[in-house]
């Protein structure tokens, strides 16, 4: 019968005691004697080709099994498992991988476009306060290998789309990536690197660094220096996320979002988030983040919110987070338990939508809790809900397009709560007398809005003492008094307008230095009301023409008022007028 092209291919599986060269030769040689014996094959060229083919390859074989006899065989050989190319070069590189080498499960992984899991640990877990020596060394990766696989040229084309993601390890050295250039994801989760990652100016398609445990307080610089690198896709830092030493974004470019929600992040030696002048295509996330030191965003462009919500902030005496200048196309959000220990510096920038501070206890003691000065906000600007500033918030000369909220307060709780308005122009005043801080302790001079909202109080008795309050130091300040009669106005609310400037004046009159000032203040105000009501004048009028006559007619009755030359009528009753009377 024909010999089966089936023979060609060699044994997948390596056989314990495989055939020698003799037999196999003997057997194919009977099988091609009886094949160029048949008659209906023998002149056949093509069936001599292929038969002188077959037996050459199953002498190949036959040679490569006996040899297979004589050397050494490797743990893949003796496995049944044929060592794939990667792994090859990792064994070049690094010397031969036993099967339970870490680095040879990564490259596994890595061919597979799977996860590389090394334990359940978190990445706090992984940090250097367990001595290396109680790990089991299954989970610890050197820097250097990590480095190897990810910017290692002739690798490029055996790692998938999937990117290289590993799981629970510990990464032993200084890991960096920095001008290195990788087209697909890069995750550390739940990983531990005590000497950092070096990211300068990196090009990567995603950082995923969620519940890893960077840095260490024995390392000096950032534990993560991504300056000038570009992230065509998100950076995860969140869920656990801890980095002791500085976060560095400066000028980083990022196409999606920056997600640091849950995270914890630690510099004694300055800040612990810095990205002045970076681009962040999507959100910045600091959900429920835990920092001590400052958060920098200079000039930062921001494409969407700034979410801050149940965070925890600390850095007595400084900034907590400066963002001067920044430009958040969204809304800000320092709301749901937000607490700061330190100062707010938003001056002179740009949200699109609202600056929400709902329910925030914030804390400066001595200084501003939160600086908005000069910032033009698209939305409204949220202090209410048991809203908490000990220290001062500034507004001053900032645009606020809707709304500014300062309602159901507790001001008792507030006894260090300051608030400055000067300058700022806002749409709408919503607010409660309750929320605002004690007399003396806000300023609205210039403080201009279009209307009050329908739920504000706009009892004249009562905003008459919101005005006075605002009076600082005993200097009187007329802005306030006619920007409410202003608003009044507008609505017809005319009379309450004209009371609003009365009392203006009679506010300048009380706080003059000048006894002469305040005497004729005294005047004006009690005969004209300083000109607002001028009717008062012929009242006035009536009343002295009243007591002239009053007073002439009697004394003329009873002879109290007599002429100094008794002649002097006498003309007059003859009918003559005397000539010296003037004509």
């Given at each position: 019968p024909p010999i089966s092209k089936d023979l060609t291919r060699p044994a997948q599986d390596v056989v314990v005691q495989p055939p020698s060269s003799t037999d196999i030769l003997a057997h194919a040689a009977d099988l091609m004697a009886s094949h160029l014996h048949d008659p209906?094959?023998?002149?056949?060229?093509?069936?001599?080709?292929?038969t002188a083919f077959l037996l050459a390859a199953r002498v190949q074989y036959a040679q490569r099994t006996e040899s297979?006899?004589?050397?050494?065989?490797?743990?893949?050989?003796?496995?049944?498992?044929?060592?794939?190319?990667?792994?090859?070069?990792?064994?070049?590189?690094?010397?031969?991988?036993?099967?339970?080498?870490?680095?040879?499960?990564?490259?596994?992984?890595?061919?597979?476009?799977?996860?590389?899991?090394?334990?359940?640990?978190?990445?706090?877990?992984?940090?250097?306060?367990?001595?290396?020596?109680?790990?089991?060394?299954?989970?610890?990766?050197?820097?250097?290998?990590?480095?190897?696989?990810?910017?290692?040229?002739?690798l490029a084309g055996f790692i998938t789309h999937q990117g290289v993601l590993i799981?629970?390890?510990?990464?032993?050295?200084?890991?960096d990536f920095s001008f290195a250039t990788l087209p697909y994801p890069l995750g550390l989760r739940s990983c531990s690197a005590t000497n950092g990652i070096g990211l300068r100016y990196a090009n990567i398609k995603l950082l995923d660094l969620s519940q890893s445990h960077i840095g260490s307080v024995r390392t000096n610089g950032p534990a993560v220096n991504a300056e000038g690198g570009v992230f065509s896709g998100?950076?995860?830092?969140?869920?656990?996320?801890?980095?002791?030493?500085?976060?560095?974004?400066?000028?980083?470019?990022?196409?999606?979002?920056?997600?640091?929600?849950?995270?914890?992040?630690?510099?004694?030696?300055?800040?612990?988030?810095?990205?002045d002048g970076a681009t962040i295509g999507g959100g910045l996330y600091l959900k429920k983040v835990?920092?001590?030191?400052?958060?920098?965003?200079?000039?930062?462009?921001?494409?969407?919110?700034?979410?801050?919500?149940?965070?925890?902030?600390n850095n007595p005496g400084g900034y907590v987070l400066n963002a001067n200048n920044a430009n958040i196309n969204g809304s800000v959000?320092?709301?749901?338990?937000?607490?700061?220990?330190?100062?707010?510096?938003?001056?002179?920038?740009?949200?699109g939508g609202d600056l929400s501070c709902v329910g925030a206890n914030l804390k400066n003691f001595g200084g501003r809790a939160l600086s908005s000065e000069r910032a033009t906000i698209g939305g409204s600007v949220l202090l209410r809900d048991n809203f908490i500033a000990n220290g001062e918030v500034s507004l001053a000369s900032a645009s606020v397009g809707v709304h500014f909220q300062l309602r159901q307060n507790d001001s008792s709780s507030n006894t260090a709560f300051r608030l400055d308005l000067s300058n700022a122009t806002v749409e709408t005043l919503n607010?409660?007398?309750?929320?605002?801080?004690?007399?003396?302790?806000?300023?609205?001079?210039?403080?201009?809005?279009?209307?009050?909202?329908?739920?504000?109080?706009?009892?004249?008795?009562?905003?008459?003492?919101?005005?006075?309050?605002?009076?600082?130091?005993?200097?009187?300040?007329?802005?306030?008094?006619n920007q409410l009669a202003a608003v009044f106005?507008?609505?017809?609310?005319?009379?309450?307008?004209?009371?609003?400037?009365?009392?203006?004046?009679?506010?300048?009159?009380?706080?003059?230095?000048?006894?002469?000032?305040?005497?004729?203040?005294?005047?004006?105000?009690?005969?004209?009301?300083?000109?607002?009501?001028?009717?008062?004048?012929?009242?006035?009028?009536?009343?002295?023409?009243?007591?002239?006559?009053?007073?002439?007619f009697f004394a003329g009755v009873n002879k109290r008022m007599v002429p100094s030359d008794r002649n002097a009528f006498s003309d007059f009753e003859k009918g003559n007028v005397p000539k010296n009377y003037p004509k």
């Open positions: 209906k094959v023998r002149h056949s060229e093509s069936s001599q080709s292929e297979e006899d004589v050397m050494p065989r490797s743990e893949d050989q003796e496995s049944g498992v044929e060592s794939s190319p990667l792994l090859k070069l990792a064994e070049e590189k690094f010397g031969p991988l036993d099967p339970k080498h870490p680095l040879r499960k990564l490259v596994s992984a890595v061919e597979e476009g799977k996860t590389a899991k090394y334990s359940d640990r978190t990445g706090a877990e992984l940090n250097t306060s367990i001595p290396i020596d109680e790990w089991n060394l299954e989970h610890v990766l050197q820097a250097e290998q990590i480095e190897w696989l990810c910017t290692e040229p002739k799981v629970g390890a510990r990464v032993e050295g200084t890991l998100s950076v995860f830092l969140s869920n656990g996320f801890t980095a002791i030493g500085e976060v560095r974004l400066v000028g980083a470019t990022i196409g999606h979002g920056l997600a640091c929600g849950g995270a914890t992040l630690n510099n004694r030696n300055g800040p612990a988030l810095s990205a835990t920092t001590s030191g400052e958060i920098r965003l200079l000039n930062t462009e921001i494409g969407s919110g700034l979410e801050c919500d149940g965070a925890n902030l959000f320092f709301r749901n338990g937000f607490k700061a220990n330190g100062e707010i510096n938003l001056g002179g920038a740009k949200i607010d409660d007398f309750n929320s605002w801080p004690k007399q003396g302790s806000y300023e609205i001079d210039s403080f201009t809005y279009k209307t009050i909202a329908n739920a504000a109080p706009r009892d004249l008795v009562k905003r008459l003492s919101w005005l006075r309050g605002c009076q600082i130091n005993r200097t009187f300040q007329s802005g306030p008094y106005e507008r609505t017809g609310q005319f009379s309450d307008a004209r009371e609003i400037r009365i009392a203006s004046e009679r506010e300048r009159g009380r706080l003059s230095k000048s006894v002469v000032h305040r005497c004729w203040d005294s005047v004006l105000r009690r005969t004209v009301a300083y000109g607002y009501k001028p009717w008062l004048a012929i009242w006035w009028a009536l009343f002295f023409c009243m007591i002239g006559f009053v007073i002439f």
